[in-house]
């Protein structure tokens, strides 16, 4: 379990490897997001990007089963409010393996719940060569370890 | 197919329904959201919210559904750059009925692609109280009609 006295603005962590295959991109776009683009090869080609892409949706997933897994550690109990400034920046293909690394953009003390910290991390979602195909700022909530002692 | 030349700010559009099941929430928290609220009925009742919620991503899955059935009608081939600002402001249980209202914020001619818009839209999901779930700005290209007759 992270804690909020544990955290400091610009702590940086790298982790997780997450290959999506083919059959994937088109069982979540069939779901989720049926445009050609995501759920069919051929027209696919036809397409802006040429070649079938996840969806934007299909990657945010993936961040964050790779974000409960190897950062929340299975989750610290508290649903997060919300996410910002979400940008797409280069198509996930078939193949790709994704990877993530958080940075402490913010943090603070909840004045209206003593025992929680807020805390806004900027995100990115890393393919095999380098490139950083997402990025956001995620908003969280952090346990306080010792409401009462805290000096932060 | 909607145009450029069909869309003004204020313009609003209601649609859509899904309803959500436990077993689908418990499935898209096990493949990609893995915090017990998300996946254990038990384990939920002694979660901050009390009972099973379906994930933040599951819901903004879901809008992109109905998004992609209703408003864009299958796509228009253009993968959108990013979303703005989710907040997720209610809890989405089992059972719930989602739906979809989308208010154009603001839309412009493309400076460098003379033959799109770029198009801001304000998303809420709604549930069957009438309670607004989530909320966020998703930013998205549409086709440009006539690229040369263009007065806007």
């Known amino acids: 379990?992270?804690?909020?006295?544990?955290?400091?603005?610009?702590?940086e962590q790298s982790f997780g490897k997450?290959?999506?295959?083919?059959?994937?991109?088109?069982?979540?776009?069939?779901?989720?997001?049926?445009?050609?683009?995501?759920?069919?090869?051929e027209k696919a080609k036809t397409s802006a990007?040429?070649?079938?892409?996840?969806?934007?949706?299909h990657t945010c997933a993936i961040f964050m089963r790779l974000f409960v897994d190897e950062?929340?550690?299975g989750g610290n109990g508290?649903?997060?409010?919300?996410?910002?400034?979400?940008?797409w920046l280069k198509p996930v293909k078939p193949g790709d393996t994704l990877s993530v690394r958080v940075t402490v953009s913010s943090i603070r003390r909840s004045k209206s719940k003593p025992n929680r910290g807020i805390i806004k991390n900027f995100c990115e979602v890393i393919n095999q060569n380098h490139?950083?195909?997402?990025?956001?700022?995620?908003?969280?909530?952090?346990p306080v370890k010792n409401p009462v002692n805290i000096t932060k």
């Not at 990007?49 to 949706?57: E, H, M, V, Y």
């Not at 490139?131 to 952090?142: A, I, K, P, Q």
Request: charged residues 25%; without cysteine; glycine residues 8%.
């Open 131 to 142: 490139e950083t195909v997402l990025t956001m700022y995620t908003n969280g909530f952090v």
């Open 78 to 87: 508290m649903p997060s409010p919300g996410v910002d400034n979400i940008s």
């Open 71 to 73: 950062y929340l550690d």
């Open 18 to 41: 997450y290959s999506i295959t083919e059959e994937e991109i088109i069982d979540f776009g069939k779901k989720f997001d049926p445009q050609p683009f995501h759920t069919d090869k």
């Open 1 to 11: 379990m992270r804690y909020f006295e544990d955290i400091q603005i610009g702590d």
């Open 49 to 57: 990007i040429g070649t079938l892409i996840a969806s934007g949706w």
